[in-house]
């Protein structure tokens, strides 16, 4: 296909015909009927039909939204166009470059396509098209003989059944049905926001091949993912700002779907702490960072609340306090919290809109205060439960030391429980593996609440990945009507995890003993972390 005589552009189409010839620049291509092939039409035939563009993306960055990101055009020529557009902080493998004639957009009028769509006054009607009218079941270039290929695409968060073509060097175009009123329809062109190299050889963000209209096109940045804005209460109070570390806070969210402008139930929503003081990992190793998750949904009306208390204290380097919304397990959305006060402690009395949220509060921080001045015990004695525990990947085999010799793990709360981890080969340890270590449903000091009621039932997980081989100590949560999950996964070279070990564990407070095992950072800490404790049981009593 040849555009203004200079526009040359390599396509590769999937071909499902009845027999059709393409008179090309030398010779037709014939295709059989009912069979399928790959043509490649290095065209020398001229085309006024369609028009194209080579997407170039700049460094500024730009929110997600249902709005264009740049002013329309109008491709009413077979023009060449190259556009740059705003948006660099979207080349992360969610996003794409999206086309189409309405100027707002809105994920609801999004339709699968059919094979009616592409036919004569589908969505590219006479209208909006009429080069290709009246002859579009002869016109070689007509949408029909070129969108020929059915494929799946994900737009914030849903699957769609799309039409797309192959153009040079690998780059795909998808068009979906957009219901611009009731009963009418217009297509949604489709492109990967990604580095590619472009028709005429330049580095680019990706290419579309438009048809020629009066109508003028705007163009989107899309996500794969669904994308969220939120309104956020602290107390109360519209903000995102926490006025005091060590203070528990309800922390409420009202979710809105970007692509809907409209609230959000059912979203798995959380918030999240890096490097907390928390007690199942309690000594933050140097290059890695410990997350900690509580997890709720939001209601009918996009709204969810939490009981917060920012841990930010004492010896922390990289302290982070966030929230979003995980989508299977990848997470959109993210927004960061602040922390008006984070250096010192005070003594100060909380109330809270529901009353009988203070009696579970007070439940879980005794038992974590409980937990705490175990571990702070045992790390002041110099004391500690030794574990070793070898994955091999070659059989699958799990082997457990206790003390350095083979034994079983039980693994007890309160404790200062040093586990050494390895994954090997026999007897060679191996490169590149990583464990993830995690406690599940045990007691977070950054979400205290463990209810059902007033506040809805929150997940709770505390987790490391770390390289292997290496050196953990872990502090289990079990206790009283809290009873966790820990176990380790071995992560392989590519990510994937390959195994599991769940840890037995011991739920009894009981006073040092053990190897020796010094640790004056693992001291620090648990004294850090018990004075956060002191300062939320004087709020609550």
């Known amino acids: 296909m040849k555009l203004n005589n200079y526009f040359k552009i390599t396509f590769m189409f999937l071909v499902v015909l009845t027999l059709v010839p393409f008179v090309l620049a030398a010779a037709p291509v014939d295709i059989e009927a009912g069979h399928s092939y790959y043509v490649e039409l290095d065209a020398t035939m001229g085309t006024l039909n369609w028009a194209g563009a080579e997407v170039s993306l700049s460094s500024v960055q730009i929110p997600e939204s249902r709005f264009p990101i740049t002013a329309p055009m109008t491709l009413a020529t077979p023009m060449i166009w190259k556009p740059t557009f705003p948006g660099g902080n979207f080349a992360d493998d969610h996003h794409y470059f999206a086309a189409m004639f309405p100027n707002q957009f809105d994920l609801n009028n999004v339709h699968d396509m059919t094979p009616a769509d ?27 003989k070129t969108l020929v290929e059915q494929s799946t695409i994900m737009i914030g968060g849903q699957n769609y059944t799309s039409y797309r073509v192959l153009l040079v060097n690998n780059i795909y175009m998808h068009v979906l049905k957009y219901e611009e009123s009731p009963g009418v329809f217009s297509p949604l062109f489709l492109v990967k926001l990604e580095p590619a190299t472009c028709f005429t050889g330049a580095s680019c963000f990706s290419e579309f091949l438009l048809p020629v209209s009066s109508r003028s096109y705007n163009f989107y940045a899309l996500s794969d993912l669904p994308q969220y804005s939120y309104r956020v209460w602290i107390d109360g109070v519209e903000t995102n700002y926490f006025p005091q570390t060590g203070l528990p806070h309800e922390l409420t969210f009202e979710v809105t779907n970007i692509f809907t402008d409209s609230a959000q139930p059912n979203a798995k929503i959380f918030v999240g702490e890096e490097d907390g003081q928390n007690l199942f990992l309690p000594k933050r ?57 984070s250096t010192t402690l005070v003594q100060q009395k909380k109330t809270f809109t529901q009353p009988g949220l203070t009696n579970n509060l007070k439940v879980a921080v005794n038992a974590m205060n409980s937990i705490s001045d175990y571990l702070y015990r045992w790390a002041d004695s110099n004391k500690a439960l030794m574990w070793g525990i070898n994955y091999d990947v070659g059989s699958g085999v799990f082997t457990t030391y206790d003390d350095g010799s083979p034994g079983p793990i039980t693994l007890k709360t309160g404790a200062v429980n040093v586990i050494d981890f390895d994954v090997k080969l026999g007897a060679a340890s191996l490169p590149n593996y990583q464990v993830r270590v995690k406690e599940g449903d045990g007691y977070l000091v950054m979400n205290p609440y463990t209810g059902s009621s007033p506040l809805t039932q929150k997940t709770r997980s505390h987790y490391q990945v770390v390289d292997s081989p290496t050196q953990l100590i872990v502090t289990p949560t079990t206790y009283n009507d809290v009873s966790s999950t820990i176990s380790v996964d071995i992560i392989d070279p590519s990510f994937q995890v390959i195994n599991t070990y769940v840890f037995a564990v011991d739920a009894n407070l009981e006073d040092p003993v053990g190897s020796f095992f010094s640790n004056n950072l693992l001291k620090t800490i648990s004294v850090a972390m018990k004075q956060i404790l002191s300062s939320m049981f004087y709020s609550l009593n």
């Open 285 to 341: 190793l140097s290059g890695y960072v410990t997350e900690a998750f509580s997890v709720g949904s939001t209601d009918a009306s996009g709204m969810e609340t939490f009981i917060v208390t920012p841990t930010k204290y004492g010896t922390i380097d990289d302290y982070k306090i966030h929230y979003g919304v995980f989508f299977g397990t990848a997470i959109t959305s993210p927004r960061e919290l602040n922390i008006t006060s």
């Open 118 to 144: 592409l036919a004569i006054n589908g969505i590219f009607s006479a209208a909006d098209y009429p080069q290709f009218y009246p002859d579009y079941l002869t016109k070689k270039d007509a949408p029909d």
